[in-house]
């Protein structure tokens, strides 16, 4: 078997594709990222082995991604994380923004996951796809119909494809995002009607009362990857600090807080 193998990751010019390009990297991989737009500097600073500039919902783009990888080793590995985050309202909808949606999250998602499995199949690899998903797959907020739309669509996928290539090892799965601190959800709170309310809303709606860092998103995904996850497929697995168990973040137990804040002076 190989040493080295190869992993396409989509959007790592910066934000969470960018921390996972980056984590691969140092655990191995040799990272090829797709990314929209030139100058991010992922492949001067290391992040990413090389990169395909293109727009994810244009399949060719993943299909080049594909080659380039394998010329540089065996590909393994594939993490569909390009996506775009839009309210669309369907009493006053703008189908532009709707069909903007869907392509990049819905068709760059099936693209991706057709390059890769055309690429295991030639291979004869049994390879992994993480797909970047969110928690807006398995619960609502309002105003996101497109946007939830692609995510429900996005965990379907992942069990489609466990099912369908499970036989010759081949394993999928969507790991399901809650609130991240990253330069795109800073600009979406920083563009809201009201910031302050919309932040502590985002970190009020976990039970663990903040984001999730890239670095932890990065470190999931590389698990999903990686031969420590080799008999799971098909789920979709939330990593939002138990926001989609709770029925809603109530005050802190008094006891609990107590011990909290007793802690925090004594360390």
Same mark, same amino acid.
């Given at each position: ?5 190869? #992993?396409?990751?989509? @959007?790592? $010019?910066?934000?969470? !594709?960018? +921390?996972? %390009? ?7 991989? &040799? ?28 399949r ?30 369907l ?10 949606? #869907?392509?990049?999250? @819905?068709? $760059?998602?099936?693209? !991706?996951? +057709?390059? %890769? ?7 004869? &690899? ?6 970047i ?14 946007y ?38 800073e ?56 926001w ?24």
């Open positions: 078997m190989p040493d080295t193998y190869s #992993v396409v990751v989509t @959007g790592t $010019g910066k934000g969470i !594709g960018r +921390a996972i %390009a980056e984590h691969l990297t140092a655990q191995g991989w &040799i990272v090829i990222g797709i990314e929209r737009s030139s100058g991010s500097g992922s492949r001067e600073a290391g992040a990413c082995h090389d990169i395909i500039l293109g727009d994810t919902s244009d060719e783009v993943h299909q080049r991604a594909g080659r380039l990888a394998q010329e540089a080793a065996p590909l393994k590995g594939w993490v569909n994380n390009a996506g775009i985050t839009k309210r669309t309202p009493h006053r909808v703008d189908e532009s923004v709707v069909r903007e949606i #869907v392509n990049i999250n @819905g068709f $760059g998602y099936l693209w !991706g996951s +057709a390059a %890769a499995l055309d690429a295991f199949l030639d291979q004869e &690899i049994a390879g992994a796809i993480v797909n998903g969110s928690i807006h797959g398995r619960v609502s907020f309002p105003d996101f119909a497109a939830e739309f692609t995510k429900g669509g996005i965990d379907a996928l992942s069990r489609s494809i466990a099912v369908s290539y499970g036989a010759v090892g081949i394993r999928a799965n969507t790991l399901a995002l809650g609130a991240v601190s990253t330069p795109h959800l600009s979406f709170i920083r563009n809201a009607p009201d910031p302050q309310k919309l932040e502590a809303s985002l970190t009020g709606g976990s039970p663990m009362r903040r984001f999730a860092s890239s670095e932890e998103a990065a470190k999931a995904t590389a698990f999903l990857l990686s031969d420590d996850s080799s008999y799971l497929s098909g789920e979709s697995i939330a990593l939002d600090g138990g989609t168990a709770s029925s809603g973040v109530g005050e802190l137990d008094e006891r609990i807080r107590e011990r909290l804040y007793r802690g925090k002076e004594n360390s």
